[in-house]
């Protein structure tokens, strides 16, 4: 006998702003703020990972919270008193984007610039940034132990560009570390594993198992965590040398919609075409069913379709 | 999940180091069903469900070699199934694990506040000048020095701790070292050498509440701990059964004594109510908060009562299981209590039918490995499970949602002692002892500059003044500067405050905290900035790095200490001390976790209860 499952959508009700607002029971704070057209800064969350709020841009008060939560995280409940716009949430979004500003690579960040001219961070305030790490040097950093300096630099987390394959870079430099690689590479997709956070403190850093580089580690290049990167520090190779070239040019390319041909799943692929050659591919991360996940394949295979004789 | 592993071969001292963990592998390929290509491990449940194996593993592997291999920690991969990344990011979080070739002897050299009060800045610089510099191997040696955060065995400053790897791998603490004392240690002829230092034990603990035994009965004898009224609270908690003990544990209003004061009563009931099994209780021995050593000191000298005490909680919460999370630097700690739950285990104080009474309880106990945040009650299910010591975010609460997923009462060592008077007493006469919110009676951690450091008891709403008298007042006569109460998460006092009260109440109201009983004594003749700069280090060091103000603000807190402590502020001091305030407010507020929250709070004090950097100031 099959039993027929009887749904009640069950709604909660909140105030954020002074507004109410109804929610289906579930829903997070920020998916309040958005249903309601506040939306929030946000860097570590993504729609198809699961949250883990380490980056608090997206922080807000609570009404009998000693201290600020996370929007992206923390689920709407009923008869919530939510802030967005107070003193104490305003104070401490500048402070993690000057945090971020001051000690990460943001340029290639979407949003940011906006972000830091809304709350009026100044990253410059702590001073001239420390000079970059030598190669290697923070992949071998000791939990526990650090290198003080004299506080008239910013320590960053600059380092040069690991470029260890002929797909993608990473560009640890521009590491907010959020931890979405990790999650997509991991339990929340591709079940892979090749990357982890390691180290402690400061010195964390994603990692493969001691450091070694991507074609020595499980890496399967599906691009999956190019594809949830929010700061570009993940980045297709042909991306990187263009952008190293100074020919990169976004106004100059177009998005193409396409099916993969390379198997029967039939992933849905976007070509970003610039002078006529394919620059980067991207998958929808609205998708339904692959969530903007693709394999090597639909990911980098595209080669044979630009495979032009007059090239040769 | 494939595996993918390397095809570099384990030494077979490393191979020996993880099968004396797991035990040997049971056909000669060691994980999973072997994959077609080779070397690729797919996920056995079996394996899989020992991940939690993953720390003692990587202990044995740092014992064995003095540093972990990617060959040995692969190894250790494959007989778990756990991502070779993964193990290296667990590995890799701890500061008593080293990732690269290390020398086999290494001497812990504590550098913290309690030390820098009574020697350490001396020792240090002659050992630089003796041995050499920090981490470096004087030529043909075989062993290093290294600095290290507080060692919790600050009444007997300064500390070392000597960690020895080989076949036979062994630590031992020395304390009130000399740089002799450390050359011994790196030529291998040293060993252990501590004191207990209880100086209201001295005349047989009359009167004393959680110290009586100490001294006075033999920490390695059941039949001594017995004698001495051992296991009749037990016996009282069987008689009254479960729903009794919480009874008494609620009516005496037993606050948790390690730093957040939350109600024990309050927790058990909702861990015994919760109809998700199994329930664990885990007793929190992480101790790491620098000035603090009470929990070191109990269990050195009463081990058998942290046992009775947690088989207690155990059974009034219906947890089959408990675990003692013990930290890494405490190898006479963990050798006596790992004796005494071999003793009980023996004598059926723990084990499928405890007293007879038909209880199933046992123990496990886990060695941390360098990481204060793992005394984070989340931090710490995380490092038991065998993944990094990152707090999880709270709610879901450990009673819903602890240890492996379920419902766990987590507390503090000193927390579970008070529950053998408690019920010896009842709940309701415990919570005459103390103060209206602060019952009954409180460890105090005394040292720096006192005349005689140790630990003391006293009842809470005993003033500041009258604990340091118990420890005969500010050392050689000298003029009292300030107390660091709650340690490097709490907060200063100045002079002023003696009269002070000391209960949970009271000292929030004066805006400070009791924290872990911390009473760190800096008199006249201390400089505080170095201090302040040794608390920020801490915090810098100790941050696990998941979320950005605490990750990114303990860096900019330090940096703009260091400017100040220079007197090369960016624009006026001034600005300096409002940018410190800044960062504070934002650490307190989003922050994930206690430590990012409290990361600010002793510089905080210091500057705006001392005045350190005004000119009249401290
Ligand atoms: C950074 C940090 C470190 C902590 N370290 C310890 C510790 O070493 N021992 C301890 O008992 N509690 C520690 N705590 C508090 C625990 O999270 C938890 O509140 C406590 O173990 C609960 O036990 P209790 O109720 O008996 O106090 C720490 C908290 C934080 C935020
Ligand atoms: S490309 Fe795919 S397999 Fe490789 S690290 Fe990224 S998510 Fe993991
Ligand atoms: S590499 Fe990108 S996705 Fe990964 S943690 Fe860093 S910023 Fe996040
Ligand atoms: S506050 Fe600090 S220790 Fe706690 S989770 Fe954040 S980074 Fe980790
Ligand atoms: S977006 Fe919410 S914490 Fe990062
Ligand atoms: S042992 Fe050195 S400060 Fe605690």
Redesign the pocket.
Known sequence: MSVVPVTISHTVELEIDGENVRVREGATILDACRAQGRDQPT??YGDTLTPINACRVCVVEVEGSRVLVPSCARKAEDGMVVRTDTERVRHSRKMVLEFLGSS?DLTT?PNVDGWMEEYEAKPERYGPPAPPAPEGARDRAQAGHHHAGDGQTAATVAQPVKVDNESYI???A?????????E?CGTDWQNTFA?A?AGRGFDAR?STEYAAPLPDSACVYCGN??A???????MFKSEHDMREDGTWDESEQTVTETICSYCGVGCSLELHVQDNSIVKVTSPLDHGITRGNLCVKGRFGYQYVQNRPDEE | MDLRLTNQEPTEAERAAVDSVLGPPDSAWVGGERGDDGHAAHGGHAARAQRHLLLPVLHALQGRAGWISQAGLGYACRRLTVPPAEAYGVASFYALFALEPRAPVVAHVCTDIACMCSGSVELVAELERTIGPSGERPSNGSAIWLESPCLGLCEQAPAVLVTRAGETPGEHSISKATAVDVSAALAGTSEQRTETLAPQTEGGGDGLRLLHRVGTIDPGSLDSYRGAGGYEALRTAFDIGPAGVIREVTDSKLLGRGGAAFPTGRKWDAVGRNPSMPHYIVCNADESEPGTFKDRVVIESDPFALIEALTIAGFATAAEHGYVYLRGEYPLAWSRLEHAIEQCRSRGLLGDDVMGRGFRFDIELRKGAGAYICGEETALFNSIEGYRGEPRSKPPFPVDKGLFGKPTVVNNVESLLNVLGILHDGGAEFARIGTEQSTGTRLFCLAGCVQRPGLYEAPFGVTLREVLDMAGGVRDGNDLKAVLLGGAAGGFVGPDMLDLELSFEATRAAGTTLGSGVVLVFDQTVDLVPILLRIAAFFRDESCGQCVPCRVGTVRQQEALLRLAADRPRGSVADETALLAEIAQAMRDASICGLGQTAANAIDSAINSLRVFEPQGA
């Open positions: 860097l570590c990460v960040a990473r560009d640890y521009k590491c907010i570390l959020c931890y979405k690689c990790v997509g990357i956070v994603i965590c190019i949830v990167c929010p700061t570009g520090a993940l």
